[in-house]
């Protein structure tokens, strides 16, 4: 009896025993897992793209990554426009004129026969001069500088111009866009009216004061541009280039800080802080400036040109200053332009 009670106390100490191992056995494994979900652990997560095939997309993981240009690029675009459209027609006459192009004709920017006068006092100056432009009898008339550029316009410029135009019919119709149009032509007429009423004045008139209604925003854009205006010279006058024989009607000669320029006043919806934003106006000046000085009806020259672009809303005008270097360099273009208009008739 006393070795059976024996033996039963073994086997209860070997159970207390074993419970106590597997307890402490099992707190340890939670300590484990629960310190590996925390963030500092060196373990890294298991992402969901961990079951990805990355054999099978490394190809295309290289392609992206080692790429230097768009998929899409030039050569491709135009493979695509050739199985959708058919292949391009190139005009070959374009590629020769790329080559050289040389003037045929050059003709100075500045007249020597004139004298580049000096700084005169605004009392001393005559009335501004107003020259009718007028039409030829019995002869072809000579082409405006207008005419010139609208029919020597690059094919880029051309196509924007196209674009915009049937965009606008789109919006307003045909009826719509001609109104359109028609009014900023009369706006035009009326602020160019509003300036020359300034211009030509010695005093300040009501006229002058008042402009027509719709162009009082166009007035107040131009008052800070006004302020550096003097000694005019010229208004909406006339000018020929006896030498190239082509025509122009000048806005404005006049100084401007005390340079004589060839002044051209535009009018836009749209901002134009840039002189490049106004496409061919430097061109027209500048053919303005060599006719005036190749014109024996007036009795300076001019090295400078000015583009002002007013604005509807009232908001200061943009005034483009065009040195003499600068004139000269379009003046080069212009003769380009007027080459390739004459090759053309």
């Known amino acids: 009896m006393r070795i059976y009670r024996l033996l039963s106390a073994v086997r209860s100490a070997k159970s207390r025993s074993l419970s106590v191992a597997l307890v402490s056995q099992g707190s340890f494994s939670v300590v484990r897992r629960l310190s590996t979900s925390c ?9 969901q793209y961990d079951s990805v095939d990355t054999e099978k997309y490394s190809s295309l993981v290289h392609s992206v990554v080692s790429s230097k240009v768009s998929y899409q690029t030039p050569a491709s675009l135009e493979e695509e426009d050739g199985q959708l459209y058919g292949p391009v027609v190139k005009s070959k006459p374009a590629a020769k004129e790329a080559e050289a192009r040389t003037l045929k004709n050059i003709v100075p920017l ?12 605004e009392a001393e100056l005559p009335p501004p001069m107003r020259i009718a432009l007028q039409k030829a009898q019995g002869r072809p008339a000579a082409p405006s500088v207008t005419r010139i550029l609208q029919h020597s316009m690059p094919l880029e410029q051309a196509f924007y111009l196209e674009r915009w135009r049937k965009r606008m019919i789109g919006e307003l119709g045909e009826e719509g866009f001609k109104e359109y149009t028609a009014n900023l032509f009369r706006q035009g007429k009326q602020f160019h009216a509003a300036l020359e009423a ?3 004045s010695t005093e300040v008139t009501e006229e002058a004061e008042a402009p027509a209604g719709g162009v009082c925003g166009y007035m107040q854009s131009v008052q800070h541009v006004l302020a550096d205006i003097s000694g005019v010279r010229a208004i909406e006058s006339a000018v020929t280039h006896q030498t190239l024989q082509y025509v122009g009607l000048v806005d404005c000669v006049a100084q401007y800080r005390g340079k004589l320029c060839v002044i051209d006043w535009k009018t836009s919806e749209k901002p134009k802080p840039l002189l490049h934003n106004t496409f061919d106006n430097p061109l027209q000046v500048a053919a303005y400036i060599g006719a005036i000085n190749n014109d024996d009806n007036y009795g300076f020259q001019v090295e400078d040109g000015l583009i002002v ?21 379009y003046w080069t273009k212009w003769l380009f332009r007027l ?6 008739q």
Request: net charge negative.
């Open 39 to 47: 963030p500092w652990n060196g373990r890294r997560k298991s992402s």
């Open 110 to 121: 500045l007249n020597h026969a004139k004298v580049l006068e000096q700084h005169t006092a």
């Open 198 to 200: 300034i211009l030509m």
């Open 309 to 329: 672009v007013a604005y509807k809303d009232g908001s200061p005008a943009h005034p483009h200053f065009m040195d003499s270097a600068l004139c000269l360099e």
């Open 339 to 344: 080459e390739e208009y004459l090759e053309k």
